[in-house]
């Protein structure tokens, strides 16, 4: 589990095994600016079943969604996290990619310090199918970002089909997946 500092959005990790089931909330203290923060452990969630059956219809391979808006902190990395785990939990192949700066999502993950699609394009000697993280999902796959995803505009920009450079990367990798989700 990921905690974030509500004074100075420090990322503090918590590990779950560690936490007593019988206990429903707990507080911690930031260890970057010792902000005490309580932190409420969600409740059992019992499985809905829908009035009707949900058809999902199949998708071509690789069948892609992009989320995206200006504004920073609208739920843009929420809505394609949960959307790519939904579509996995319907036993459907799913690739997230991760293209922010920030790389929330890849960090909503558990993974840092990670090759990220700009150290692919960058290195000739890696490739991205060999790049991707399996996650602890079955099925949802996951091309992390890092600080380097800064430097794909700067250095591509400009340059001969810039706007083709992870359509072409894609491609390669594209019948692997059902869905492939882009935050």
Known sequence: ???????????????????????????????????????FLPEEVQEVTPVRPV????????????????????????TGLNLGLSLALLEKR??????????????????QHTTSFHDIVHDPGLNLGSELIQTSYPGLWLLPSNKN??????????KNDYEYILKKQLSTIRDRFDYIIID
């Open 94 to 111: 799913v690739l997230l990619i991760d293209f922010d700066v920030q790389a929330n999502l890849t960090i909503s993950m558990g993974y």
């Open 149 to 158: 995803m800064v430097l794909l505009s700067k250095k591509y920009f400009g």
């Open 1 to 39: 589990m990921i905690v974030v500092c509500e004074r100075c959005n420090s990322r503090l990790k918590i590990d779950e095994t560690r936490l007593n089931p019988s206990v429903k909330n707990f507080s911690i203290r930031c260890p970057k600016c010792h902000h005490t923060s309580t932190i």
């Open 55 to 78: 058809e999902i219809k199949p998708a071509r391979a690789g069948y892609t969604i992009v989320i995206t808006n200006q504004k920073g902190g609208v739920g843009k990395t929420s």
